[in-house]
Each structure stands twice: as structure tokens, then as C-alpha cells.
């Protein structure tokens, strides 16, 4: 039942009420004499008449609106209990959710599994650095890296576009590096967030699903967007493997260019 209809039956019971205590008190300040001429105290009739008058008000323009609405909400109640949040489907997903949570403790002690291989103390430290998962560790690998790949040669040892090629190609390698172990950093913390968001899934309340539900989604986003980023490391690797191969082609052609000109300079001094 709507607002202004219980509005206006409290309005029709106020005013009964008020006009039975209207003339329940203008019968009490009538003279005791006036009112023993009628045999009967006539306050008591008249109060009993009122009494019985919001009696049948009550049963009638009350008591059957409120059956009705509280049927009205039984019935609502008993829908979302049996078809918008039925228990059974309720306690399966959380049994659900249990067992998943005791995947994502196999898959955390699978994603541990130490995996480093090195025997010898420089690529040791080396493999330290890029599968420890640690941003913090990124400075080492610079170090590590030119400890055991070298630095590039100096001028005297090689032309400039060989050491053009080497600097460009352990800077892509450093960088591939670096972005494995974000990566790496990255996978632990959507660990950790698909087990937190898991433990809510336990124990929330039917309504809040749609809150969690956003909240794996935007994680799903940021999940999309590490790959991605993955995805173009691979991709500037890639790229680089194929510059450094055009650039051998192209310092190949120079360099048999240059011998085929020194050739034909000791050639040309031969025949002289």
C-alpha cells in the first residue's frame, strides 16, 4: 500500500478519535443532574459506543490494508529468497569458492618452484637478479649483465656500425630483462588479488556480488594490460633481431665494397 493511503487512514482514525474524546468530555461538564435523569450515566454508553466504533474502524479500514501489505511482503520476500538469492545456489558458490582458494594455494607454491639452473658465481648473480620478481633488483642486472656479456669495444677494435649494432642489442636485452622481472612483480600481485577477492567471495552478502564482480573485472583489465605490455617487449625484441640481421647484410655489402675497391687500388699498382 502506498504512502498517501496509510496516510489517509491515520487521518480517518485521528479524527474518530478525537470526536468520541470531544463528546466523552462535553458529557463529563454536564450537571450530575442532567446526566442522573437518564437512568445511566450516559458517559459510559457514550464511550463504549466510541470504543466500539474504533474497534470495528480498526478492524476494517486497518486491520485488512496491513494484512495486505504484510502478505504483499511475505510474497516479496519469499521471491528473493527462492528465485533472486535461493540458499542452495548461495552455499554452493561459497563451497566454490573454497575450492578454489585451495587452487590458488597450489598454484602460489607452483608459480615458486625454484627454477634458477647457473653453476658458475657471475651468471649466479645474473639469474638472481632476473628471477627474483623484485623491481628493486633492476639496477643489478646492468652490472650483472656487462659482467658477464662485456661491454661494448672500443673504436679500435671495431667499426663504429658493428658497436652501433652491440650497444643497441644489449640495451634491447637489458630492457627485455628488466621488463621480465616487472612482469614477474606484476603476476604476484594479481596473485594476491585473486586470493583476497576469493576470501570476500566466502563470506559475502548475495547483494554486494555486483561490487566484487566490478572489482575482478577491473583487475581482469589490468591483467590485459600487463600482457600487452608483455607483448610489446617481445614484439621490440623481435624488431631488434631483425635490425641487427639487416645491419649485418648492409656492413657485410660495405666491407666487401671496400675490399673490392682496396683490390682494384693494388691492381691498378700491379699493372703500373
Known sequence: MSRPTLFGLWKLLRSVMVAVCGLAIVVGLLPSKARSQLGLDPCCAIMSAGLNSISGLLRGAVALPLGSIQQNQQQSANFEQQVVFPLPAITQARNMALQFQSQFVQMRQLFQLPISSATLRTPQLLEQS?????????????????????????????????????????????????????????????????????????????????????????????????????MAELVRVRSIELANSSDQVKFSASHTAALQSTGNQVLQQGVR
Not at 642486472?141 to 656500425?161: E, F, H, K
Not at 658493428?162 to 640495451?171: I, S
Request: avoid cysteine; proline fraction near 7%; charged fraction near 15%.
Open 130 to 230: 632476473l628471477l627474483s620478481g623484485n623491481p628493486g633488483a633492476m639496477p643489478q642486472i646492468t652490472s650483472s649483465y656487462s659482467a658477464l656479456y662485456g661491454t661494448v669495444m672500443p673504436p679500435a677494435n671495431a667499426p663504429q656500425p658493428v658497436r652501433n649494432m652491440v650497444d643497441m642489442t644489449d640495451a634491447e636485452a637489458q630492457a627485455a630483462m628488466k621488463k621480465a622481472v616487472e612482469i614477474d612483480a606484476l603476476a604476484n600481485l594479481e596473485l594476491q588479488a585473486a586470493e583476497q577477492i576469493n576470501q570476500q567471495l566466502q563470506t559475502a552478502a548475495p547483494g554486494s556480488s555486483t561490487i566484487l564482480e566490478a572489482e575482478t573485472a577491473a583487475w581482469l583489465v589490468r591483467a590485459n594490460a600487463y600482457t600487452q605490455s608483455a
